[in-house]
């Protein structure tokens, strides 16, 4: 028992060190093992073949099948609250999305808003003059806790700052 309460605080030291003993790597790599051989059971069951499990290892199977269906569900979600119902506008055939409170009335393609994710990626927002419309390359992402997306105007200088999408006029 002792043992077990000391491996539970020698992983939660764990994600503060940057430079490991062989030991710490060893119980590393034991653990992502025994992560791998599970889900190599879950996925080599899926293929047809019949593959007998015993109680705890379909209790592991079903609860990080669980995991990754409530994640996506979650993830689901906020972008359906994040894009439902907003104002649509038309230029030039395209259909856009207009920014709220940003420096300028900046828009994104209703097209574009299918590659929001974490991580951060470079896309285009249009912004109008009075000749035409004129594009600006900034990175934006979301995150998986807010309904804003964050943009930041400047791909070197890299500062992200939220912004909401505007709400439909029609109730």
Request: glycine share 2%.
């Amino acid at each position: 028992m002792a043992s077990i309460e000391n491996n539970d605080n020698n992983l939660n030291n764990l994600h503060k060190k940057e430079i490991f003993t062989d030991d710490e790597k060893q119980m590393i790599l034991d653990r992502l093992n025994d992560e791998r051989r599970v889900t190599q059971k879950a996925f080599k069951g899926l293929d047809g073949k019949d593959a007998k499990y015993d109680e705890e290892e379909k209790h592991n199977i079903l609860s990080k099948l669980n995991e990754q269906r409530l994640s996506a569900q979650k993830r689901e979600e906020i972008k359906e609250k994040r894009l439902h119902n907003k104002e649509v506008y038309t230029f030039a055939g395209k259909k856009f999305y207009k920014f709220l409170q940003m420096e300028r009335e900046y828009f994104i393609e209703i097209s574009d808003c299918d590659i929001f994710s974490r991580r951060p990626a470079v896309l285009s927002l249009y912004y109008r003059t009075f000749e035409e419309l004129k594009r600006k390359d900034v990175l934006i992402k979301t995150e998986v806790y807010s309904e804003k997306i964050f943009i930041s105007y400047d791909v070197i200088r890299v500062y992200f700052k939220g912004y909401a999408l505007e709400d439909s006029r029609k109730k």
